[in-house]
């Protein structure tokens, strides 16, 4: 088992930044691959980005990349999120996942397997 904890989330002007951070506890010796989603009101849970475990390659949401940045510090169990250019759009709850398979960086949000409780974003304008 793998315990996951969101944080960073706040309220922010559009055109802000904002960092999240998600710190693994448990089992975290497995190597996962880790990913965010994120769910607007009244809108779906949508995938953010995706991180590896070994080599760092990363996935992104196209309409996202050129504002968000996925990393991780594997030596610290930490996953985040950097999120510039913010846009009231961005407003969602943001959630820390984990997959077993720690190869997996794709988009399908049943591939993962551990989720974190979420941290809110706001986004004013």
């Known amino acids: 088992q793998v315990q996951l904890v969101e944080s960073g989330g706040g309220l922010v002007q559009a055109g802000g930044s904002l960092r999240l951070s998600c710190a693994a506890s448990g089992h975290t010796s497995s190597r996962y691959a880790m990913a965010w989603f994120r769910q607007g009101p009244g809108k779906e849970r949508e995938f953010v980005a995706a991180?590896?475990?070994?080599?760092?390659?990363?996935n992104y949401a196209d309409s996202l990349k050129d504002r968000f940045t996925i990393s991780r510090d594997n030596a610290k169990n930490t996953l985040y999120l950097q999120m510039n250019s913010l846009e009231p759009e961005d407003t969602a709850v943001y959630y820390c996942?984990?997959?077993?398979?720690?190869?997996?960086?794709?988009?399908?949000?049943?591939?993962?397997?551990?989720w974190g409780q979420g941290t809110q974003v706001t986004v004013s304008s």
């Open positions: 991180i590896s475990w070994r080599y760092g390659t990363t």
């Open positions: 996942t984990a997959a077993t398979s720690y190869t997996y960086i794709g988009p399908t949000a049943d591939e993962y397997d551990y």
